[in-house]
Every structure is written in C-alpha cells, then in structure tokens.
C-alpha cells in the first residue's frame, strides 16, 4: 500500500461497528492524513482514542464530508440515505455497512475475496453485504469457481451482537435475572420496532427482522437476494432460515451445497477451501475440531468445517461456516474494500 494518506471519515464512530473501524483501521496501519469522527447529535462530543490521539466525535451533517475522500458509514439506513449522496456531491468515496443501497443495481455489492473487481463499477456508493451473507460467500466463492454452483441452502445462528449494543445489554441483564429467579421482560429481541419481544437468553429466536408477505423474514431475503447479486448468479437457488442464539458475538451457519459437478471429493472441497484467501480450514473429526464463534472473536477471517458429502445426492456437501460479525462481517469488510480501493488506485 503506498505511504500516500487519505483522508477518512467514520460515520456512527461511537457504535459497535464504528469502534471495529476505528480498531481495525489503526491495527492495518490504513494511510490515514486526516480523520473525521462522526455520529448522530446524541453521541456528538465523545472522545474517542485513536492512534494515541485524542478525537472529539462531531454531529454529522453534509458539510462535515468537505475534502473526505474515504467515508465508512455504519449508522442505520436512514443516515446512510440521507447523508451518503451529499459525501458524494462532496467528493468522498462511501462504504456504506447499511441495507440502503445493497440491492440497488448501480451500486457494487462487494466482498473483496469475490468480486473485487465490482468496485470499478462504483459511482461513490459502494455497499457492504449483510454479515451473515459476507461469510458464506467467502466460503463458497472458491467452490463456484472451480465446480460451478446451483443450489444454497443455509441455517443461521447469529449472535446477539449483530442487533447492536442493547441486544448485548438485554442478553446478559436476561441471563442474570434469570439465574436469580428474577422477573425480566424482553424490550430488543428479536426486532425492536415490532410488536412481541421475546426472551434470547437461554433460548432460541427464529426471527430475525421482519416478516416478508411470502414468510420469509428480512434478514434471510438480504441473504438470499444478495448471494445472488455478489456471485452474478440471478438463477441461482438460495433458501435461508435465520435464527438468533445467546451468543455475544459470532455468527454460525450450516449451509447445504449442490456443486454443477458429481465427482468431487470431500478432500478436493477441503484442499480448495485451504488454500483460499480469508478462510481458515477447522476440521477434523478425529480430533474434535471444528470452528466455533468463541474461538473466532476478533478474528478477521472465515472458519470453515464439518465438511462432508451429502448421504442421497453426489453434488451434495455440507459445511459450517464460523465468523466474527463485526470483523469480516461489517467492520473489517468495510476496510479491506478501502483497502482495495487504495491497491486498485480508485481514490
């Protein structure tokens, strides 16, 4: 990367996934001239540490991007519809880590490990994929490109830190309530703006965002919608169920595969996968090894294991895919794409 610095902005700087930036900016050493720290009104005024220096968090309006030329957004949609066009009017390149602009067909939908090249198609906006689609993508990437693709069935066990800070607060108020006998009712879980909430810890939520008029909820039409778009296959079949656990952070899926391809062995798939770029190979039943989301915590990669053929059909494999959802999930994809923006001389 060259010693040339840039100067970045950091939308939602004092939330979960704006603090992930911040660390995973400083840990890559990203060339950094000049750093803006943004939020909403309510958070403006922290002081946030970075590199030894003392930053104080500015409200974010339309003029705080004047001379930007990197702008990581992690606000909520709603900011990100609101201010990303002016970053651009103004010249900044935007990584938006919200739902707004995903689908949109003149933005690029990037995960750097498969479709880096997108990002020359960018016209300012750029989006960062849903967490738990980022993931599995990554780990299938490599499998379409060399056996070809065409059926994606996937579970979800996502962490609790992937609603946000109060979703974090509300499992551990939960659990130690409970474990007292104490009453505790839900207020976050599984949407905060829908009508019933429910308790996650010690428990299960098959909900996560809301329910769509054809059953599925949100979060598995984000998955579905967006691994098509990522991969550039519209006709490829993707079903999802995505389920909350009381896990703090670490998102688990067990994804059902069908390969274009009949012959493909287990130890091909495993060969494949580690030797990819952003996976890790855990497995080894023998030995009991296989990836979990405590193990995978501040961690910027995707673990992969538990791969095997499918009993009833030659092109089936199966496989669990484990990664930290504020890493490669928002915070650390967010930055490798800077980080390709800089490399592919972009800004």
Do not use: D, W
């Given at each position: 990367m060259e010693a040339k610095g840039y100067h970045v902005a950091v939308v939602g700087a004092t939330g979960a996934v704006g603090q992930q930036m911040l660390q995973t900016l400083e840990k890559r050493n990203f060339p950094i001239s000049k750093l803006t720290l943004l939020s909403?009104?309510?958070?403006?005024?922290?002081?946030?540490?970075?590199?030894?220096?003392?930053?104080?968090?500015?409200?974010?309006?339309?003029?705080?991007?004047?001379?930007?030329?990197?702008?990581?957004?992690?606000?909520?949609?709603?900011?990100?519809?609101?201010?990303?066009?002016?970053?651009?009017?103004?010249?900044?390149i935007v990584v938006d880590n919200t739902s707004a602009y995903r689908m949109d067909e003149n933005v690029p939908l990037v995960v750097p490990e498969v479709n880096e090249e997108e990002l020359r198609n960018h016209n300012g906006i750029i989006a960062n994929p849903n967490c738990s689609t980022i993931q599995m993508v990554v780990a299938l990437e490599p499998l379409r490109k060399q056996y070809g693709l065409n059926k994606v069935i996937v579970s979800t066990y996502q962490a609790v830190s992937g609603a946000g800070a109060a979703a974090i607060n509300e499992l551990k108020q939960q659990a130690q309530a409970i474990l007292n006998g104490e009453e505790y009712t839900p207020e976050i879980l599984p949407v905060k703006g829908d009508e019933k909430h429910y308790q996650i810890a010690f428990n299960a939520i098959p909900q996560i965002d809301k329910f769509q008029d054809n059953g599925f909820t949100f979060e598995e039409m984000k998955m579905i919608n967006e691994t098509k778009k990522i991969m550039s296959m519209p006709k490829l079949q993707v079903a999802a169920t995505c389920v909350r656990l009381p896990v703090e952070t670490g998102h688990s899926e067990s994804v059902y595969v069908e390969l274009d391809q009949n012959d493909v062995s287990v130890d091909q798939v495993k060969e494949l996968l580690r030797d990819s770029d952003g996976v890790t190979l855990q497995d080894d039943p023998s030995q009991q090894i296989y990836p979990?989301?405590?193990?995978?915590?501040g961690k910027n990669d995707v673990f992969v294991g538990r791969i095997r053929k499918d009993l009833d059909r030659e092109n089936g494999f199966h496989m669990w895919i484990v990664s930290d959802n504020l890493l490669k999930g928002a915070a650390w994809n967010s930055v490798q794409i800077a980080e390709s923006l800089v490399k592919l001389q972009l800004v």
């Open positions: 909403s009104e309510r958070s403006a005024g922290t002081k946030i540490t970075f590199r030894n220096e003392e930053y104080i968090v500015q409200a974010a309006t339309p003029n705080s991007f004047e001379g930007v030329q990197i702008a990581l957004f992690s606000a909520g949609g709603s900011v990100s519809k609101q201010l990303a066009p002016e970053a651009v009017k103004r010249g900044a979990m989301p405590a193990h995978c915590v």
